[in-house]
């Protein structure tokens, strides 16, 4: 008889003997076995290219939605009539199959991120409605070229924007990390923004004597500056971004999230636009009441 609650077998690699050729043998053992119960029962299976999410169709016309270690993260209503799911071009899209209704369907996920930003430097209303976090670093081109528009999406929203900066300096970089380490070392000295800025205007010049000359034009405490720089405070912090990056999935730079979903379209018109959701959405949750009203 077989059980009510459906099980999955995933990450599991079996075998005992595998012929490769007359001449040749290799034995193949069990390396990892984790199962996966899935009461609502199992229609069909997919799996995201990088192994960070597993997707289970139900007869109930539901996605659920697992981490890659076996963890709940949320359902998605899909439809009785979808009979079977694949895994799209992108670790975000779903393709869904119905043979029944002779239709198939793409969907792409938005997974909303939960990004620590404690400790991190920001800008605007510190309790505002829509959070910008922006994973960047000072040698990258491209996060130079955003960093005027981050600028006119808080000077827009005014009172609804916080915009965050987190470190994820690259390893091709050479003066990335050390860079990092100095707008860090501002920080401590209240000058966190003056020395982005000036940084951003020097990307395609960076050095460790630009990095100097930029703290020296700042006015700042230089003995401070260059032992805040090279304490394991700051590395630690630099760590601890590097960490959340890699946990919110970043790959590269400039990546920005906004309230924990990844932002494709880094225009101001692309910030407009889902600032603009993000706030109707935090209005629909938080209606206001009677005595605002009046």
Not at 214 to 225: I, K, V
Not at 272 to 279: F, L, N, T
């Amino acid at each position: 008889m077989m059980s009510k609650i459906a099980r999955i077998l995933c990450l599991t690699v079996v075998g005992y003997g595998l012929l490769l050729d007359s001449q040749a043998h290799a034995r193949v053992e069990m390396a990892a076995q984790r199962y996966l119960d899935v009461k609502e029962g199992i229609k069909d299976v997919a799996v995201s290219h990088n192994g960070k999410w597993i997707y289970v169709l139900t007869p109930k016309g539901e996605v659920m939605v697992y981490s890659g270690s076996g963890q709940f993260d949320d359902r998605i209503e899909v439809g009785k009539a979808v009979d079977s799911i694949q895994i799209g071009p992108t670790e975000e899209t779903l393709v869904l199959t119905s043979s029944t209704e002779n239709r198939i369907r793409i969907m792409v996920l938005d997974f909303i991120k939960k990004i620590n930003t404690a400790g991190s430097p920001f800008k605007g209303r510190e309790d505002a409605p829509v959070v910008i976090t922006v994973f960047s670093e000072f040698q990258c081109p491209y996060c130079a070229t955003l960093a005027p528009v981050l600028d006119q999406v808080l000077q827009k929203h005014q009172g609804r924007v916080k915009i965050v900066f987190k470190n994820f300096p690259l390893r091709n970089h050479r003066f990335a990390m050390a860079a990092s380490a100095a707008a860090l070392a501002g920080h401590k000295q209240g000058r966190f923004w003056e020395f982005h800025d000036l940084l951003f205007q020097k990307v395609d010049r960076l050095s460790n004597e630009t990095i100097q000359e930029t703290a020296s034009q700042l006015g700042l405490d230089m003995e401070r500056f260059k032992k805040d720089m090279q304490s394991e405070e700051v590395m630690a912090l630099i760590r601890q971004d590097m960490s959340d990056g890699a946990e919110a999935g970043v790959a590269g730079t400039p990546s920005v999230f906004v309230n924990g979903r990844l932002l494709r379209d880094r225009s101001l018109q692309g910030f407009d636009s889902v600032i603009a959701r993000e706030g109707k959405q935090t209005l629909e949750a938080n209606p206001p009441s009677e005595a605002k009203k009046r």
